[in-house]
């Protein structure tokens, strides 16, 4: 019989933990009585995905104070496999930018404010609009009997695939394959939730017009419901990624998004504004397509959103 969670084990999946009616929407629903096996779906605006999941082995559970020792177990074990998970992923509004500006370029190019096209910087910082994704690895939580679970770690490698390519809103075919070893996890609060990824990873393109790159990622968010105050150490979300070319190890591509978070006065929503910018450097193409993508520089990143 398939089972439905809606609680804070959400979090076993590294996603957001909403009530699956909340916005994003998101459910997991476990296939046999072990729980080993699940199914679960995430709807959001710029990341959306469906999967399935299958654990070999129960994962360790380590105490919910020691978070240090869950980054320690991870590394330690990050060749025992334990755990797979099938991904597909599709990024909304990074789309949505690619259709504007191919089909309605008047409504595209009037949206300029400034300098900025506000479609850009609203939807640019994906550079693809989807992905399939095969995770290898382990799982481990913080938690115990009393307090249940308050956390979840991951580590192990994601190998990723697609088909098209993505660059101020202007699309590309290209097959292109990715392969990371990846950090990611969660703790839970009574009041919010703190998550991070840290990422290494390589990708390469059947596009010869795209160069193939290697990149580091560092992700961390805050969220708090009941904190009011301005510190940028809660409250805040902060994502930096820089990617080089291996052929000549030239930078080709550079982001970094800053946010804020604002909790509603009965702590029911939280309204986030993440901005930032991302550098695209024209090097990172060649040939032809380079022609048709330039130097895209600089574009400024603006990203609201709210969550219950």
């Known amino acids: 019989m398939v089972r439905k969670l809606s609680h804070l084990f959400l979090t076993f999946l590294f996603i957001p933990c909403f009530k699956v009616y909340s916005y994003p929407f998101t459910g997991l629903y ?3 009585k072990d729980q080993k096996k699940t199914f679960d779906f995430q709807l959001d605006a710029y990341y959306s995905q469906v999967a399935y999941s299958q654990d070999f082995k129960d994962p360790q559970v380590i105490a919910p104070d020691m978070e240090a020792d869950l980054y320690f177990y991870l590394m330690k074990n990050f060749f025992n496999i334990k755990s797979v998970r099938l991904e597909a992923s599709l990024n909304p509004l990074p789309v949505l930018g690619v259709y504007l500006r191919k089909h309605k370029p008047s409504f595209y190019e009037d949206t300029e404010v400034y300098g900025i096209n506000m479609i850009n910087a609203l939807t640019e910082g994906f ?5 399939i994704s095969l995770f290898l690895g382990n799982r481990v939580y913080l938690g115990s009997e009393e307090l249940g679970v308050t956390g979840v770690g991951i580590g192990g490698f994601l190998l990723s695939v697609g088909g098209q390519h993505i660059v101020n809103n202007l699309i590309f075919s290209d097959k292109w394959y990715e392969g990371e070893v990846k950090v990611k996890g969660a703790s839970i609060m009574p009041t919010g939730k703190i998550s991070y990824s840290y990422r290494l990873g390589v990708k390469v393109h059947e596009n010869k017009g795209v160069r193939d790159t290697t990149y580091l990622g560092i992700k961390r968010s805050h969220s708090d ?3 009011r105050g301005w510190s940028p150490f809660f409250n805040s979300e902060m994502e930096i990624r820089g990617d080089l070319a291996y052929d000549n ?5 550079m982001s970094g998004v800053f946010g804020k978070k604002f909790p509603s006065k009965n702590g029911k929503m939280i309204y986030a504004l993440d901005l930032g910018a991302i550098w ?3 090097k990172g193409y060649r040939g032809s397509l380079r022609d048709s993508v330039g130097d895209p520089g600089w574009s400024f990143i603006l990203r609201p959103n709210i969550s219950f």
């Open 30 to 32: 476990f296939l046999d």
């Open 127 to 131: 550079p693809e609009p989807g992905a």
């Open 225 to 227: 419901s009941s904190y």
């Open 249 to 253: 190890w030239q930078i080709t591509r």
């Open 280 to 282: 695209v450097r024209g």
